[in-house]
């Protein structure tokens, strides 16, 4: 009687074997079934591993792409370093030239606002701060277009300003960094920008009228030096960021 209740047990063991629920997890289970996946254990193997095809996304052709064009970033990067330098050899007529392109975004930027107090449909609060805003905008972008020589003056000081400011920010980071690789460089260039921003102002305002040109021709030699690198490590096909 004992022996013939086990092979029943068993025979029913065998028949119910094939509808086990997969020992995965349910959630896996139903989505495996709604996606057409199949179970671990029975996915085709290759060398022991499942494999899995990976999508690129096409980086792979953007990558090609700009190691084919690495000549034209090295023309552009040589071209802001010509241009630099010579802002360097001019820099009364860059800092002019600024002072005007300045002016003019400084003008633009006021009418679309005063523009923006008759078109707008918020209450009189939004009114009276673009009404105010653009004032301001259109009176100092009148001012640095047809007063060059206060405008230099006002951007020079804006200029020193910041330099004390973004000197001021480095030494923070560099501190707070610490003992970090590189945060030694980065307080030296804060005191720099410091000792930079002391100097100028020392000077001041004799250095009005070629501080802005300057201050661009070592910023385009910069940025052309950054084009240059980036343009010859996409030629010896290295990662190289500008």
Not at 38 to 44: I, N, S
Not at 123 to 144: C, K, M, P, V
Not at 154 to 178: S, Y
Request: with cysteine; hydrophobic share 50%.
């Amino acid at each position: 009687m004992n022996k013939n209740c086990a092979l029943f047990c068993r025979e029913v063991n065998q028949k119910n074997e094939g509808f086990r629920r997969p020992s995965f997890g349910l959630l896996e289970w139903q989505r495996s079934r709604r996606v057409g996946l199949t179970h671990p254990k029975t996915a085709p193997r290759s060398g022991g591993a499942i494999q899995i095809k990976k999508d690129t996304f096409g980086m792979g052709k953007s990558e090609n792409k700009l190691q084919e064009n690495w000549g034209w970033f090295l023309a552009l990067g040589i071209g802001l370093m010509i241009g630099g330098a010579c802002a360097l050899f001019a820099p009364v007529l860059v800092s002019l030239a600024i002072e005007y392109v300045v002016g003019i975004v400084f003008a633009v930027g006021g009418v679309v606002m005063l523009f923006q107090v008759f078109t707008t449909k918020d209450g009189w609060n939004a009114r009276l701060i673009y009404s105010i805003l653009g004032g301001f905008n259109l009176f100092a972008g009148l001012l640095l277009m047809f007063r060059p020589l206060e405008g230099l003056v006002a951007l020079t000081q804006v200029l020193i300003v910041a330099i004390f400011v973004n000197g001021l920010v480095r030494i923070a980071v560099g501190v707070m960094a610490r003992p970090d690789a590189g945060s030694g460089w980065v307080i030296f260039v804060g005191c720099l920008s410091v000792l930079a921003s002391g100097y100028l102002l020392a000077m001041y305002p004799e250095v009005c009228v070629m501080l802005l040109g300057i201050v661009a021709g070592v910023s385009l030699i910069g940025e052309g030096a950054g084009y240059v690198r980036f343009a010859y490590g996409l030629k010896n096909d290295v990662s190289a960021a500008v």
